[in-house]
């Protein structure tokens, strides 16, 4: 089975809110974990990542936390637009480099205007 | 964009036919790495190739098959397609030891 599982498969929010999106993993040997935003018929785009050593790490709107107790990591999206409206996923590696990533199945962000 | 691109962009084979996709990895990355996605899901990794050698491998059966090039790209073959194999089939690079994987667009593959 997957390691990496979604708590919501979808979420809706009012533009120009922030938008939370979670994550649990159950591999405690994970160290680095990555956010992957795919729009309706392309590929993921890689959004932001973190590895273990840390449990925050902030970018152009958006922030990862990483809470490593109890196995859980969240998106948090700032002013959330419609452009942010896409399947966001979580995966999970090993710094051990060339291992595969382990994705969850997804949470669908829909921004209400 | 990536700098990741595959080939074709969509394809529709019927049951029992082979299919080869292609992919070109970002340059200056030497591992790709191809996932299936079924409609609804995440990608399930499938196998990853470094430095043209299989480096890893899913849950997915022999029929499944894979090449790199001394110029990073690679194709992934599948035999005697199933109707199960209809999915979003994507590849992704990186760099050798590193852990950022920058996917392609995927090829929509529709078995009948």
């Known amino acids: 089975g997957e390691s990496v599982g979604l708590h919501l498969p979808t979420l809706s929010v009012q533009e120009g809110d922030n938008s939370i999106i979670n994550c649990a993993y159950s591999?405690?040997?994970?160290?680095?974990f990555i956010w992957y935003k795919q729009e309706s018929g392309k590929g993921p785009q890689f959004i932001i990542d973190?590895?273990?050593?840390?449990d925050k790490r902030q970018g152009q709107r958006v922030t990862v936390l990483l809470n490593k107790t109890v196995k859980h990591l969240s998106l948090q999206i700032a002013a959330t637009q419609p452009g942010d409206s896409a399947v966001y996923f979580c995966?999970?590696?090993?710094?051990?480099?060339?291992?595969?990533?382990?994705f969850g199945k997804g949470t669908r962000l829909s921004v209400i205007a | 964009e990536t700098g990741v691109t595959q080939s074709p962009t969509h394809l529709i084979k019927t049951r029992g036919q082979q299919v080869t996709l292609r992919c070109s990895s970002q340059?200056?990355?030497?591992?790709v790495s191809w996932y299936q996605q079924a409609l609804g899901q995440g990608p399930q990794f499938i196998f990853q190739?470094?430095?043209?050698?299989?480096?890893g491998r899913g849950n997915f059966p022999p029929r499944f098959s894979g090449l790199q090039f001394p110029n990073y790209s690679s194709e992934l073959n599948v035999n005697a397609l199933e109707l199960d194999d209809s999915a979003l089939y994507l590849c992704?690079?990186?760099?050798?030891?590193?852990?950022?994987?920058?996917f392609g667009p995927g090829t929509r593959l529709l078995v009948l």
């Open positions: 992704a690079s990186s760099l050798s030891g590193a852990e950022t994987q920058y």
């Open positions: 591999n405690s040997a994970s160290d680095y």
């Open positions: 973190i590895r273990s050593n840390m």
């Open positions: 995966a999970e590696n090993l710094l051990s480099g060339n291992t595969p990533l382990v």
């Open positions: 340059s200056g990355h030497n591992t």
């Open positions: 190739y470094y430095r043209e050698e299989e480096n």
